[in-house]
């Protein structure tokens, strides 16, 4: 079965795509910044953080194009 | 008794696969694509900030490096023995390795790649981790191979009149 997708559809499907793989991103840092926090690896903590910030930001630009 | 056959309405919008599969589920319509990416990118936000707050209490989390006291009396310790303590607190495991006779190393028991006990191999006269194959070497706990990137946490140790005390640690 074939269905048509429109170009604005393909790139919302698109952005969706890079969304979630952001998202996942950002599940493995925390999973790095919970074991700095365990061993007490300041450094590799506010790293991460600010990884997963970027990450965000990102998220949030490609939502903001996705709405315009 | 006759019935009329029943027929469907066919908008002009509504997909071919959808006249062929003319089934819908409930509430299919209640989350478009770009709710869903506004939910992810929520999340993210979400996601980001307990990420920040890890790193911060990271940051403020004091750790007790211990405070000096007695842990056996070095005759209890053959050369090339162990012996097994808890350091700076009840539940942190620690190890010490007499390696000559007025010799003392001690160490965390936690391996610094995932936390498990590490034990002496004094076949091979290095600490061993037998979760991952992680090994130390034995006087100063520094990574031989596997996974652990750092060395394992030192303890300071000195034999006064007799008796091993533990000064501090440095995890």
């Known amino acids: 079965m074939r269905t048509t997708t429109t170009r604005a559809g393909r790139t919302t499907n698109a952005i969706l795509v890079y969304l979630v793989i952001l998202v996942s991103l950002q599940i493995f840092l925390v999973s ?7 061993t007490g690896d300041r450094s590799v903590a506010w790293a991460s953080a600010a990884a997963s910030i ?6 949030a630009l490609f939502t903001r194009a996705l709405q315009q | 008794m006759t019935s009329e056959p029943e027929t469907t309405e066919q908008s002009p919008e509504e997909p071919i696969w959808h006249r062929d599969f ?17 939910y992810l990118a929520l999340g993210s936000g979400v996601i980001a900030a307990g990420t920040l707050g890890i790193a911060a209490w990271t940051q403020l989390r004091t750790i007790n490096h211990g405070e000096p006291r007695p842990i056996v009396a070095l005759d209890a310790v053959p050369v090339g023995g162990t012996h097994l303590f808890q350091y700076p607190t009840s539940s942190d495991p620690a190890i ?4 000559a ?3 003392v190393v001690g ?10 006990v590490v034990f002496f191999q004094s076949s091979e006269n290095r600490w061993h981790c037998p979760c ?9 706990g520094a990574v031989i191979s596997g996974p652990p990137t750092r060395p394992l946490g030192r303890i300071a140790l000195e034999i006064r009149d007799g008796t091993i005390w533990a000064l501090g640690s440095n995890p």
């Not at chain 1, 970027?54 to 998220?59: F, H, I, K, Q």
């Not at chain 2, 010490?96 to 390696?99: H, N, V």
């Not at chain 2, 028991?109 to 995932?114: D, N, R, S, Y």
């Open chain 2, 96 to 99: 010490l390795l007499r390696t």
């Open chain 2, 101 to 103: 006779a007025d010799e």
């Open chain 2, 22 to 38: 003319p089934y819908s589920a409930a509430g299919e319509e209640e989350v478009t694509r770009r709710e869903f990416a506004r």
């Open chain 2, 107 to 116: 160490f965390s028991q936690k391996c610094t790649h995932l936390g498990c």
């Open chain 1, 32 to 38: 790095v910044a919970v074991e700095a926090f365990t």
């Open chain 2, 132 to 140: 991952h194959e992680g090994n130390f070497e034995a006087r100063t």
């Open chain 1, 54 to 59: 970027v990450l965000a930001a990102g998220a």
